[in-house]
């Protein structure tokens, strides 16, 4: 704990917006060759991150100097928790490839007053209990580059699955930006913005459920655009918020239609999956005989949907569930009701 007495980063001019305040300094001798990760949570605020080493000067010699290296950095972070890990975004780096004998020194810094609890995990994998994963993770990336200029302002489209983080080789449809409005395949890919706006990103793979994302871009910064997506199984389900209906009534709302045709051509590619299709309804107190019914119409409204394109009925069941299981249970706000009256899939 500093506490702003003591600049230990003065000699570092590419620091001079990490404020000092509160921090903490370890070190770690790698004693193997292997791959070091970490993941670090504070009790409250947001915290910064640090991952010096040095192959010449001693570390704290080299850091005083300005000549011990800075590996990793995490220094606009807005969460509690920072990691090193292959899961990566805003606030994840890559894990640190360290050859034995090898020192890293680690700082963690926040702007909170006091003596903040810090929970500190790390974990190190020597490189032949690693080289398996390492290897299906490399045969499963896929990088599609279209930039025109490396030094321009870019986007990065990565598709991870969200249990594992390895990257998965997809399709995507990228709408908004003229020039890239087409069907691109990969697990990774960069490209460069010319104009700020809104881009739209609808991604599909084989064996994992769609997923769709709607992003805010500058021309003027870089941006990484992580898309988690879930693994199909038995059990697991897919909530579909855009499905909409006209109140009161099972006649599906003109906005529906195009998650419709997403859920239609997500059973088209995944052909060997049958599915619940669930109706949930909004409604105060016991389960009525009208809000029954009325979340069986929706369910069934969509049944007919998918079997009006091409979906075999063999492979769909429609299933109203009342007001039975809302996710709001005692909803304060009109987007919680509207939570409450929904769509979902469930997998059998």
């Not at 990760?37 to 009790?43: L, R, T």
């Not at 580059?145 to 490396?150: G, L, T």
């Amino acid at each position: 704990d500093s506490k702003g007495k003591v600049n230990d980063l003065e000699a570092y001019t590419t620091l001079k917006t990490v404020v000092e305040k509160n921090s903490l300094w370890c070190y770690f001798t790698a004693p193997n060759d292997g791959k070091l990760s970490i993941d670090a949570k504070i009790a409250s605020g947001t915290i910064q991150m640090i991952v010096f080493q040095n192959e010449i000067d001693d570390l704290c010699v080299g850091l005083q100097k300005g000549t011990t290296e800075i590996k990793r950095i995490i220094d606009h972070s807005k969460s509690d928790k920072i990691s090193l890990s292959l899961i990566i975004g805003e606030n994840n780096l890559y894990p640190m490839e360290l050859k034995k004998n090898q020192k890293v020194m680690f700082l963690f810094n926040t702007q909170e007053k006091g003596k903040p609890t810090l929970d500190f995990t790390l974990n190190f994998d020597r490189n032949n209990e690693t080289s398996n994963a390492e290897e299906e993770k490399a045969k499963s990336q896929k990088v599609v580059d279209i930039r025109k200029s490396n030094v321009n302002p870019y986007v990065n489209i990565q598709i991870r699955d969200v249990e594992t983080g390895n990257p998965i080789v997809a399709n995507i449809e990228i709408n908004g930006i003229k020039n890239l409005s087409t069907l691109y395949n990969g697990s990774d890919f960069l490209f460069n913005v010319d104009k700020s706006g809104q881009i739209g990103v609808k991604c599909d793979a084989q064996g994992y459920f769609f997923a769709d994302r709607n992003e805010a871009i500058s021309s003027r910064t870089n941006h990484e655009l992580t898309i988690w997506m879930e693994r199909i199984a038995p059990g697991k389900s897919l909530r579909l918020d855009d499905i909409e209906f006209q109140p009161g009534t099972s006649a599906l709302t003109n906005a529906a239609e195009d998650k419709l045709r997403r859920l239609k051509d997500f059973l088209s590619l995944n052909s060997g999956i049958k599915i619940e299709i669930q109706g949930h309804v909004h409604s105060t107190g016991e389960n009525c005989f009208a809000a029954q019914k009325l979340s069986e119409a929706r369910a069934r409204r969509v049944y007919l949907f998918l079997d009006e394109n091409g979906i075999d009925k063999a492979r769909m069941e429609a299933v109203g569930y009342g007001n039975t299981q809302p996710i709001f249970p005692k909803p304060e706000f009109s987007y919680e009701e509207q939570a409450n009256r929904r769509v979902e899939i469930k997998v059998l």
